[in-house]
């Protein structure tokens, strides 16, 4: 073994270390016939000597007290007070979300100020969702062409006639309406169209022979069914 | 004398004199690892107190798989680690100063170890040998010879192994054998 694994060995011998037993004889041997290695080791044992026989530091002595009080106001923070104190515990704990961004953006905002805003967040927050479950208006009317024509097709009065509004037609088309429409003669009826599109007393334009009032109720019920199919027709197309 | 694993079992049940009572049994060995670490007395009982106050806010992260002195004694290095790391310009405005008083004192005299009739000039010394260490070597030198721990121990409490331990032992009594030499005869 040379110096400089003898030295390297040294402060392992030195330590009292379990080190391996071979190297601690072949240390020895050596240091028997090197003096610079056994100036090294004495040198070591006096560092080592030093370092074990000074005295340990001695605390002041109102360190232990000082701690203990400490201690006691730790544990007085953690112990559970009364209902505020647990209140506010749940009200940090619910505001914990918004501390935790508060905390990425890096604002130190007072506790309380925290609590307040997660307070006031969940607030509003319930009043939206009640509002949205519980005060929903009625949907509003369909706009557009197709809630025209609904409100026409309410209007339109069934006559005797194939085409055309007579004047009145804007009327409410009741049952007692038809009725009387029905009873009317036709020969009324020529002299309210020669009126409506203005034309003397020549008729031009003749109505068909009265028809018995069951075959006109029935035309009327299948035109009512016929301008209905028609409008439903308008509608989807629409 | 009751073990301390009793106390901590009282102090995880929430009965705060139980850790007092651990803090009057460990107290002064805190101080001891935390002034050879940092230097000063002040520096010292400051870490000293962080260290139980760690102890307690987390004492049931304790889980009983060593001693409650080895686990306090990684709080308190830890903590005097942070320490060093906020005061690295105070640590070495404090070297330069011993140095030089070192320096003028005993410049030109050799003590053997038996003449230091002075113990507070001896522990001075001493103590300015190992603040000029490395940190880990002086973890290692203070727990070694200053608290008296074995070689397991401290590598339980630095969580490293035996022979890195061992190997930084070894660096630190080398370094301190070239500060504190000129403070004893060496042999003719």
């Known amino acids: ?48 000597t030093v370092l074990e026989n000074v005295e340990a530091p001695v605390p002041p002595p109102g360190l232990a007290a000082q701690i203990q009080q400490g201690i006691q106001q730790l544990h007085q923070q953690r112990k559970p007070r009364g209902v505020a104190s647990r209140l506010q515990r749940g009200l940090t704990q619910i505001a914990n979300p918004l501390a935790w961004c508060f905390d990425r953006l890096q604002l130190d905002l007072p506790p309380q100020f925290v609590n307040a805003a997660a307070l006031l967040f969940y607030v509003l927050a319930s009043a939206f ?42 009327k409410a088309h009741t049952a007692a309406a038809q009725k009387s429409e029905r009873a009317e003669k036709p020969a009324d009826t020529a002299q309210r169209v020669n009126q409506f599109f203005g034309l003397d007393t020549v008729n031009l334009w003749i109505p068909r022979a009265v028809e018995t009032s069951d075959t006109l109720q029935h035309e009327v019920q299948t035109a009512d069914q016929k301008l209905t199919v028609f409008w439903n027709h308008i509608k989807t197309s629409l | 004398m009751i073990p ?143 608290q008296h721990l074995k070689y397991r121990e401290i590598a339980e409490v630095l969580d490293c192994s035996e022979g890195t331990v061992a190997s930084r032992l070894n660096q630190a009594l080398k370094n301190l054998k070239k500060k504190l030499s000129k403070y004893y005869h060496s042999p003719e």
Not at chain 1, 6 to 30: F, K, P, Y
Not at chain 2, 59 to 75: C, D, P, V
Not at chain 2, 89 to 100: F, K
Not at chain 2, 102 to 121: N, Q
């Open chain 1, 1 to 48: 073994m040379n110096c400089e694994q003898t030295r390297e060995n040294l402060v392992l011998h030195r330590c009292g270390t379990d080190g391996s037993r071979e190297a601690q004889i072949t240390a020895l041997r050596h240091l028997r016939t090197c003096t610079a290695c056994q100036v090294e080791y004495e040198a070591l044992w006096h560092t080592a």
């Open chain 1, 129 to 170: 969702f009640v509002k949205l479950a519980f005060f929903a208006g009625a949907p509003e009317p369909e706009l557009g062409l197709t809630a025209m024509e609904e409100s026409r097709l309410r209007h339109v009065r069934m006559s005797r006639a194939s085409w055309g509004m007579l004047k009145g037609a804007d």
């Open chain 2, 4 to 146: 301390d694993d009793v106390y901590v079992h009282k102090t995880v049940e929430g009965d705060a004199d139980a850790f007092n009572e651990l803090v009057t049994r460990h107290h002064a060995k805190i101080y001891g690892l935390a002034y050879r670490m940092l230097g000063t007395a002040d520096d010292a009982a400051d870490a000293t107190q962080e260290t139980f106050y760690e102890a307690y806010k987390s004492i049931k992260s304790f889980q009983f798989q060593s001693q409650f002195g080895t686990w306090l004694y990684r709080i308190g290095i830890n903590t005097c680690q942070q320490y060093l790391r906020k005061a690295r310009s105070r640590e070495r405005t404090l070297t330069a100063y011993t140095d030089e008083v070192a320096v003028r004192g005993v410049a030109s005299d050799k003590y053997s170890p038996e003449r230091l009739a002075l113990k507070a000039e001896q522990k001075q010394i001493v103590q300015d040998a190992i603040n000029r260490l490395p940190p880990k070597q002086r973890e290692v030198v203070t727990l070694f010879y200053m």
